[in-house]
């Protein structure tokens, strides 16, 4: 149980709506930064900034707050040049939502501010003092004039150093500045191969496409890529938090393709275990516009919805649009 009690102040009061004090998607701080506002004189001048520092409002609440009031139609703002060259930022508050037109018409009836005026005067420059003397040019010759014999160097002649060699050029280089087509589809449908590569920064799918290019340019296949970059990942759940330089660590060097027909099997090498939480997934071999991972129960290679007739899969699909 809580009561009330009310004593209604002799002086220095203001009247504010219980729907602006009860807003539901203003701030404490909002509301305090609206209502301190709307309490002072009509003459006042005072910035937002300067009430939020007044009211022991930090930089980030006042900045979260007064987006707050600004959507929701508080405050409005505009910037503008006057005279001598000086742009000012009038800020309108009021005490109910206004809209942007509504604000237009409030503040174009108002008076442009120049800080000029009010400026303090240690801010203009003082009378400047010129210099004793006419003005003179820089020296020229750079030393002053000394004995012959002793501007002399013991230091041997140095020969004459030749222009470096041309480098020549490397693959990297002389590759193609544009990749295939494949290689930037491959690359486009990594973020869906695993969770740990779905923050690829866009400026790095160039070069992630070129680097690609290499790989099947080498006869690599796209699946080959896409095993190589899961074995590549880390298998005790660390976070990958720079997909990308992993990315172009896993593809700069490119390793000779296989030759299944002549290679023994007990001269190949044994590929590299792959992350714990892929080790029991496989991929499918069927018609998929990306690469499609499923868990096989034996030794199939077709993920289910590949192994179910056309028939079955369109009756099942219309029993789920009619459930």
Not at 7 to 12: E, V, Y
Not at 173 to 198: I, Q
Not at 257 to 285: G, I, K, N, Y
């Amino acid at each position: 149980m809580i009561y009330r009690h009310h004593i209604a102040p002799p002086r220095a009061f203001s009247q504010f709506s219980h729907d602006l004090i009860r807003h539901p998607r203003l701030s404490s701080d909002a509301v305090r930064l609206l209502t301190w506002q709307l309490s002072l004189p009509d003459g006042a001048r005072e910035s937002l900034s300067r009430t939020a520092g007044r009211a022991r409002i930090g930089a980030c609440a006042f900045t979260r707050a007064k987006r707050q009031l600004k959507e929701e139609g508080f405050v409005h703002e505009r910037r503008l040049q006057g005279p001598g060259g000086h742009w000012v930022t009038h800020q309108l508050v009021s005490n109910v939502p206004l809209s942007a037109a509504e604000a237009a018409k409030i503040l174009v009836r108002m008076p442009v501010h120049t800080p000029s005026v009010d400026a303090s005067p240690q801010v203009a420059p003082s009378a400047r003092i010129p210099a004793a003397g006419a003005p003179t040019p820089p020296p020229t010759d750079g030393h002053p004039r000394r004995n012959s014999r002793d501007n002399t160097s013991h230091r041997p002649a140095q020969p004459e150093r030749k222009p470096d060699p041309e480098p020549e050029p490397t693959p990297e280089t002389t590759e193609t500045t544009e990749p295939p087509e494949a290689a930037r589809s491959l690359v486009a449908a990594l973020p869906h191969l695993s969770p740990d590569l779905r923050r690829i920064p866009r400026g790095m799918h160039d070069e992630l496409a070129r680097l690609v290019s290499r790989w099947l340019t080498a006869g690599h296949t796209p699946t080959a890529v896409r095993t190589h970059i899961l074995r590549g990942l880390p298998d005790d759940g660390a976070p990958v938090h720079r997909p990308g330089g992993l990315l172009r660590y896993l593809l700069r060097d490119v390793p000779p393709t296989p030759d299944r027909d002549t290679s023994p099997t007990a001269e190949r090498p044994t590929p590299a275990r792959p992350s714990s939480r892929l080790a029991a997934l496989r991929e499918c071999e069927g018609d998929h516009v990306q690469a499609t991972l499923f868990r096989p129960a034996g030794d199939e290679t077709r993920c289910p919805r590949c192994l179910t007739p056309p028939r079955l899969r369109a009756g099942a699909s219309t029993a789920v649009r009619r459930a």
